[in-house]
DNA sequence: CAACTTTCTCCACTCACAGGACAAAGAAGG
DNA sequence: CCTTCTTTGTCCTGTGAGTGGAGAAAGTTG
């Protein structure tokens, strides 16, 4: 079938699609209510709109006590691609023009293969997602990839933890394999952008969304968009100094922060307190499953392990300490926590918000909610799929 | 005489207006090639900017191998008033409608005597700028303190270091006062604006102003505009970690940058040394003075003084170290360092940009300049006349 | 003095947009 | 069933913003 080939012709046209997207279906009067235009400006949009076939009429709503309004809404064959690489597995998911998730597929995967390997994993399994019926092809897909992206071009450069991705046309790749248009992101930018479109972030302007995964980074989002830095680099705090002369880092310095605290470090120092016989529950996890991850850590923790709980704890602390400074630097109105190493939950949330409030300026820390994600793994596809939606709901 | 009354009427009159006062007196023509206007409008616009007065034609330009065009300019009445409260003095300031300063006034006071006090004293000055004969009236005038500021009310909050300024009306005390719109803003996003409209920060999108004076502070700039933050306390990086379990400090913990570097701290730290008998040059200008600030530290510094380049060199790193985490968190495109303590010069900012440059990632360093400012204590009122301007020069 | 440039003005035409009149469609009440 | 009121959507005209071309004004160059 013929895909999305039409773009907004102006910027009410975008607006319009962005306030249906958002919100719903609605009808033109409630349309004309949300935007600054004329019922008369308003019904020429729409009907341009209709013509394009982006939004289409359908069907009558019930009557708000006079004559009843035509449900207008987002073209319902639309379907966006999200994708999530992350370190160790790659997300994928297919929305409908209303960034709704209609399938979400997870896969484990190690980013080092390298680009090829990895894209032709991720079309195997757009691939599935289209046999299941949920899409006939995409009008666009967005994708996150764990390290510094150049933005306008959608091409990777220096990722440390990206071996063989330095310079690849991710963007360009993509766009051609799939067959439509493609933005590319950093994972953390995105995560931030799916917990403010559908997560805990709605309505609030400046806020941070800090990622622990494999590795820690941070979306940054000022009035609403998010800040990429001057070469893309922004939010990567993981190789902040967290403890002076600490443990060695991969990057050549000492005492960053992800050398500290990471779901790698976790995954780490539970190994090495197992081995030790600190703890019990931890050594016999080690001898079962050969190897100790973070989730074995938030296992261990749930069931009690004091082991576990101080690892955690110290990890927290850490990070806290971090943040506590890009807050008083930053002030933003809101923290969002997320990624993989959420699964240990209150204790790591504990331990942040102790760090933050006890170390930031009181004006910065008073109202500052500190959250976890509200959308957990799906985060990065919405965000995903927000983007490229935002990038085709703009004037052509 | 009458001031500015008028005010652009739309967002092309003001944009013609900001470009007048960045670029100068320009023709029509030159006009149109900046500004995305067809002649025919860009003529109606400029006319009815000369019909209100904010703008005047004087004189005919020189031949460039055609009709000879008509000079436009701001009205050569227009006047600014900058002031920046420092902790221990201010700096007032006229300049004309390109922000050119005309006159400029410095002198000693303490913040902690309060508005009311400090207020008499900026009064005195602006008259004192006035009875010389470059001004005879103020048609806008912006203000900096040295701390948090609830922006759009122009209401300084909480703020540490001014005792009795909390909540005080600024802005409409010094606009009854002065008679005329004033707009108040922290004095570091104020030499913040001063460097990016004057200085070392022209055309840079995305950078840090650090500014070590009494305090340390820092302002940011997003995508050519300040950041303050959600209650606008941005930048307050005075109060970051530097040291664990490091000096007291005011603010109750311990460890603050703030505490182990700038001119308080300085100051703090040659007087110990200058008593311990760690330093001659040092001692001797304590007996003179009867005490010691970070310009003597400064002076022993030039001459040689092993003890000062010490505390200077100690100070930069622990500056360089916390701006290291900033660089990595924002990645700006250039970090200027500014302030009073910059007569500390090349020792600070080399040891200042060792730790960043160790400490940073490379992707976010490598075309990375640390430069000093260039404005010395005129950035701050000259971003003063720039915040006010940006006001009036925007559509009523 | 002729030919060419640059600057500025004038005018007619287009298009975006607002807002009122009106039609369509339903609810509520007698 | 009919009248009245409300809500929704369409049509039409007037206004003002903006474009682009023609041409006048005022130079330079050879």
Redesign the interface.
Known sequence: MRRMTARPANAHQARLLRLLRDGGPNSRAQLGDRVDLSRSKLAVEVDRLLETGLVVADGLAASRGGRRSHNIRLAPQLRFLGVDIGATSIDVAVTNAELEILGHINQPMDVRDGPVAVFEQVLSMAAKLKASGLAEGFDGAGIGVPG?VRFPEGVP??PPIMPGWDGFPVREALSQDLGCPVMVDNDVNLMAMGEQHAGVARSV??FLCVKIGTGIG?G?V??GEV???????????G???AV?DGRPCA?G?RGCLEAHFSGAALARDAKDAAQQGLSAELASRLETNGTLTAVDVAAAAAAGDATALDLIREGGNRTG??I???V??????LVVIGGGVTGLGHTLLAAIRTQVY???????T???PIVLGELGPTAGVIGAARLISDHLFSPA
Chains 1, 2 share one sequence.
């Open positions: 510094p450069v220096a302007g400046d941070c940054i000022v009035g800040h990429r830095g001057t070469t893309g680099s922004a939010g990567d705090i190789h902040i100094l002076p990057c310095n300490q971090v506590a400074g890009l008083s630097f930053f002030n933003p109105g006890r170390q930031s300026l009181p004006l910065a008073n109202n500052l």
